[in-house]
Nanobody, 118 residues
Framework: QVTLVESGGGSVQAGGSLKLSCTIS????????MGWYRQAPGKERNLISR?????TTRYADSVKGRFTISQDKNMLYLQMSSLKTEDTAVYYC??????????????WGQGTQVTVSS
């Protein structure tokens, strides 16, 4: 019912910038928050940034000061600057929707590859 699709990934040299977008479709009764995660080869999927339903944001230490999360209507964005080779990963957008039963449930995009070369 809720679908998320990421776009904007690609290959970039260290020090460059990329902006990821996530298009959210389907009905969300009430938002419990949205965020960006990434999974590097051989590693677990980790939270890199999240924005709450009240607009508050938080970032992983590894990206703080370089990445910016924002939301506009049915779009979620991640502006990435000063990219490092360590940022190479598949990036996923995530949204939590509060159903009418009061429970929050997660929905995930398919992921988009970001490759940072030296």
């Amino acid at each position: 019912q809720v679908t998320l699709v990421e776009s904007g990934g690609g290959s970039v040299q260290a020090g460059g910038s990329l902006k990821l977008s996530c298009t959210i479709s389907g009905y969300i009764f009430s938002s419990c928050g949205m965020g960006w995660y990434r999974q590097a080869p051989g590693k677990e999927r980790n939270l890199i940034s999240r924005i709450g339903s009240d607009g508050t944001t938080r970032y992983a230490d590894s990206v703080k000061g370089r990445f910016t999360i924002s939301q506009d209507k049915n779009m979620l964005y991640l502006q990435m600057s000063s990219l490092k080779t360590e940022d190479t990963a598949v990036y996923y957008c995530e949204a939590e929707s509060r159903y009418r039963d009061g429970l929050c449930r997660n929905f995930w995009g398919q992921g988009t590859q970001v490759t940072v070369s030296s």
